[in-house]
T-cell receptor, first 113, second 112 residues
Framework: NAGVMQNPRHLVRRRGQEARLRCSPMKGHSHVYWYRQLPEEGLKFMVYLQKENIIDESGMPKERFSAEFPKEGPSILRIQQVVRGDSAAYFC???????????FGQGTRLTVV | KQEVTQIPAALSVPEGENLVLNCSFTDSAIYNLQWFRQDPGKGLTSLLLIQSSQREQTSGRLNASLDKSSGRSTLYIAASQPGDSATYLCAVPEGGTYKYIFGTGTRLKVLA
C-alpha cells in the first residue's frame, strides 16, 4: 500500500505564474488535508476535503488559492499568480475517516523566483 | 484556541545520551497526539500516535507519554545516535477535530 504521494517534489515558478500541486491519498482514504510550512515556521492547516467536497477551507488565503478533490484523480492545490511569499513546503495528508490518524506525504517545495 | 509549544527549540548532545523532548498544549480536549520526525528538506515521518485513553506508546528506542490533565507529552529517546538528528514535531487535533495544530519543533543534533 503506497503512502501519500505528492508531486512534484520541487516546483519553481516565476512571480505571476500558476502553481498546481498534486496529492494522491493512500488507498482507501477519502479524506485529504493540506498544510503549509513557511520557512522557519510550523505547519499550518489550510484546507480539508472529501471526495468532491470542500469541508473546511478556513486556513486557506481568500485569494489566489483553491483546492479540489475530484471523484477521480488526485487532490489539487492551485495557487494563481504566485508571489514570493508563497514559497513554502506544502504537505498533504490523508485519513480513512475524519478523526483518525492522518498520514503525511513528502511535501512539495514551491520556490517563487 | 489550541496552542502547542515545544521545548527546547534546539538540542545538541553527544552520541549515547538519553533525551527528553517536551510538548505542551493548552486545550486538553484532544483525542490523540502525534510525534513526527522531519529531516531537512524532507517530509514528515510519523513516529508515535498516542490515543487520548493511553498514557504512553513505545517504538524501539522511542517512548512517548501523554498527560492530558496537565497538557503535556514527552518524547524519550534512549541511547541517541547521529541518525536521530532531525526536527521532532508534536501535533494535536484542535478541539476534537481533524485540524492538527503543530508545535514549531525541537531541532536535535546528535554528535558522533
Amino acid at each position: 500500500n503506497a503512502g501519500v504521494m505528492q508531486n512534484p517534489r520541487h516546483l519553481v515558478r516565476r512571480r505571476g505564474q500558476e502553481a498546481r500541486l498534486r496529492c494522491s491519498p493512500m488507498k482507501g482514504h477519502s479524506h485529504v488535508y493540506w498544510y503549509r510550512q513557511l520557512p522557519e515556521e510550523g505547519l499550518k492547516f489550510m484546507v480539508y476535503l472529501q471526495k468532491e467536497n470542500i469541508i473546511d477551507e478556513s486556513g486557506m488565503p481568500k485569494e489566489r488559492f483553491s483546492a479540489e478533490f475530484p471523484k477521480e484523480g488526485p487532490s489539487i492545490l492551485r495557487i494563481q499568480q504566485v508571489v514570493r511569499g508563497d514559497s513554502a513546503a506544502y504537505f498533504c495528508a490523508s485519513s480513512p475517516e475524519a478523526n483518525t490518524e492522518a498520514f503525511f506525504g513528502q511535501g512539495t517545495r514551491l520556490t517563487v523566483v | 484556541k489550541q496552542e502547542v509549544t515545544q521545548i527546547p527549540a534546539a538540542l545538541s548532545v553527544p552520541e549515547g545520551e538519553n533525551l527528553v523532548l517536551n510538548c505542551s498544549f493548552t486545550d486538553s480536549a484532544i483525542y490523540n497526539l502525534q510525534w513526527f520526525r522531519q529531516d531537512p528538506g524532507k517530509g514528515l515521518t510519523s513516529l508515535l500516535l498516542i490515543q487520548s485513553s493511553q498514557r504512553e506508546q513505545t517504538s524501539g528506542r522511542l517512548n512517548a507519554s501523554l498527560d492530558k490533565s496537565s497538557g503535556r507529552s514527552t518524547l524519550y529517546i534512549a541511547a541517541s545516535q547521529p541518525g536521530d538528528s532531525a526536527t521532532y514535531l508534536c501535533a494535536v487535533p484542535e478541539g476534537g477535530t481533524y485540524k492538527y495544530i503543530f508545535g514549531t519543533g525541537t531541532r536535535l543534533k546528535v554528535l558522533a
